[in-house]
């Protein structure tokens, strides 16, 4: 009797696109840390989920919250878990070199630069008008994810629920974020776990 032999992929489910090589991550994490201008999140969902499609939607707002939780700059707790899941230890490192040299030498050169100019009321009002476009870039991001929802466990009512407690604690109460995470986040998790528990 013959071994059976996989089958091959069929034309119907084309493979994920997915990062070529370490050189790859770290150019694509370099060009997506140098877009970052008064707000990451909206530019790593375009690129990773819109533009490269490495993650869907779900995917991306279960990686991002992991990353939420977790010590360090959001983004870069992300780059480091997608270089890890492509390429391992290696992989790790590419998506963090690139998502921190570059921007780190363009900081520190604006930060000579703005210690020259800073005193000038343009500059200072010029700062504050971006203020305004991150808000809007964090806001449009929010709406384009919580469409990911609409497949979740819990279903789009009690999200709706946790999601308004979020901001209330948030912008009304105050709340710091270390109180938010564990005891809104806890729910949530003990929530969905109880729900996908046989």
Same mark, same amino acid.
């Given at each position: 009797?013959?071994?059976?032999?996989?089958?091959?992929?069929?034309?119907?489910?084309?493979?994920?696109p997915?990062?070529?090589?370490?050189?790859?991550l770290?150019w694509?994490?370099?060009?997506?840390?140098?877009?970052?201008?008064?707000?990451?999140l909206?530019?790593?969902?375009?690129?990773?989920?819109?533009?490269?499609?490495?993650m869907? %939607?779900?995917?991306?707002?279960?990686?991002?919250?992991?990353?939420?939780i977790?010590?360090?700059? %959001?983004?870069? %707790?992300? $780059?480091?878990?997608?270089?890890?899941?492509?390429?391992?230890?290696?992989?790790?490192?590419?998506?963090?070199a690139?998502?921190?040299?570059?921007?780190?030498?363009?900081?520190?050169?604006?930060?000579?630069?703005?210690?020259?100019?800073?005193?000038q009321?343009?500059?200072a009002?010029?700062?504050?008008?971006?203020?305004?476009?991150?808000?809007? !870039?964090?806001?449009g991001?929010? @709406?384009?994810?919580?469409? $990911?929802?609409? %497949?979740?466990?819990?279903?789009?009512?009690?999200?709706?629920?946790?999601?308004?407690l979020?901001?209330?604690?948030?912008?009304?109460l105050?709340?710091?974020l270390?109180? @938010?995470?564990?005891?809104?986040?806890?729910?949530?998790?003990? !929530?969905?776990?109880?729900?996908?528990?046989?």
């Amino acid at each position: 009797m013959a071994p059976a032999t996989a089958s091959p992929p069929s034309p119907e489910t084309p493979a994920r696109p997915q990062p070529r090589n370490p050189t790859d991550l770290f150019w694509s994490f370099t060009w997506l840390a140098l877009q970052g201008f008064g707000g990451v999140l909206a530019v790593v969902q375009r690129e990773l989920v819109e533009k490269k499609r490495w993650m869907t %939607n779900e995917e991306f707002v279960e990686d991002w919250a992991v990353a939420q939780i977790m010590p360090g700059p %959001n983004v870069v %707790n992300l $780059s480091i878990m997608i270089g890890d899941r492509y390429f391992g230890l290696l992989g790790a490192f590419a998506a963090l070199a690139g998502m921190l040299t570059f921007p780190l030498m363009l900081v520190l050169a604006l930060a000579v630069v703005y210690a020259q100019f800073s005193a000038q009321p343009a500059v200072a009002g010029a700062l504050r008008g971006m203020g305004a476009v991150a808000a809007g !870039l964090i806001a449009g991001v929010g @709406i384009k994810l919580f469409v $990911s929802i609409r %497949n979740h466990p819990l279903g789009r009512p009690l999200c709706l629920a946790i999601t308004a407690l979020t901001i209330i604690a948030m912008a009304l109460l105050r709340w710091p974020l270390f109180w @938010i995470l564990p005891v809104i986040g806890g729910a949530a998790c003990l !929530l969905t776990w109880r729900k996908l528990a046989p």
